[in-house]
């Protein structure tokens, strides 16, 4: 009877480890590929390795395409939009959080369904909105469709939910304008939550093509992920997979040291925050 309890945080744990490693085997696909000799068939050691592990393909993808530019636009991109972002899903979450008004209700739910929206299916009316405005193949209209964001609105105002109102009272009776409550109680209370949305942000604009590639033209401006593109070229005997493996590695590898470094706030953020 007492052994019972012992299993099951031993499964528990199994079944933690088990599903770790199947979702580190394309990561790890990813970096043996990269070593393998681009030349060798597969029937030459194993699928994986070669005769030797080389640096060739490292080497050929580097010279493809100019990377630290592309790491230039990137970082660009993605501190920009996130920059825009913690603006209006602080002032969006506040307003939804503590302020009364006539169909907030409805309002939220508008700002929510583009959570079920995919993106994909905005990329006309946003591609003609550029056009309008004639910002096509510039840095601003990279950023312009993320500038607001649901799940942050919505993370944010669970956080905001949770902080007493007595703060933000006691705050006011000191003195305090909109601004400086805001300030002072909300977001220096939800820096957690703040941090696990910023994660979000730069991890799916880090990883944005489709909408770089459709709205830029120059190498000035474009990013990582369609800098990557050039290196899907294919022969008779198919794609260079070991130069796309490495340039893929070129790419992911901030993002991978990234959550390493911040995992444990990203997952305390959301389960302080109630949102599973």
């Known amino acids: 009877m007492n052994k019972a309890p012992g299993i099951l945080p031993r499964l528990a744990s199994i079944l933690k480890i088990t599903l770790a490693v199947v979702f580190l085997i394309p990561l790890i696909f990813t970096v043996l590929v990269s070593f393998r000799p681009e030349a060798e068939p597969v029937t030459k050691g194993s699928i ?3 005769s030797e592990i080389t640096l060739i393909n490292y080497q050929r993808a580097l010279v493809i395409a100019p990377w630290s530019l592309h790491y230039l636009n990137s970082f660009l991109f993605v501190a920009g939009t996130l920059a825009v972002q913690l603006a209006t899903v602080t002032c969006a979450a506040y307003a939804f959080a503590r302020l009364r008004f006539f169909g907030r209700n409805l309002f939220l739910m508008i700002i929510l369904l583009q959570l079920m929206i995919p993106s994909g299916v905005l990329l006309v009316q946003n591609f003609r909105m550029i056009n309008i405005l ?50 002072h109680v909300y977001v220096s209370n939800a820096i957690p939550a703040y941090l696990a ?27 990582l992920t369609v800098g990557l593109n050039k290196l899907i070229k294919t022969t008779d005997q198919g794609a260079f997979y070991g130069q796309l493996m490495a340039g893929t590695l070129i790419v992911v590898t901030p993002l991978v040291i990234l959550f390493v470094l911040f995992q444990r706030q990203f997952v305390e953020s959301f389960a302080r925050s109630g949102i599973r």
């Not at 919505?154 to 902080?163: H, N, V």
């Not at 009776?173 to 400086?180: E, F, H, K, T």
């Open 48 to 50: 994986f390795f070669g």
């Open 134 to 183: 004639g910002l096509f193949d510039t840095r601003i209209a990279l950023m312009m469709p993320y500038w607001g964001s649901a799940f942050g609105v919505l993370l944010l105002r669970q956080t905001f939910r949770e902080i007493p109102i007595e703060l933000d009272e006691a705050a006011r009776i000191d003195g305090a304008n909109l601004l400086q409550v805001i300030r």
């Open 197 to 223: 949305f910023a994660l979000v942000s730069v991890s799916s604009h880090w990883n944005e093509f489709l909408w770089p590639f459709i709205i830029t033209r120059s190498e000035e401006i474009r990013p």
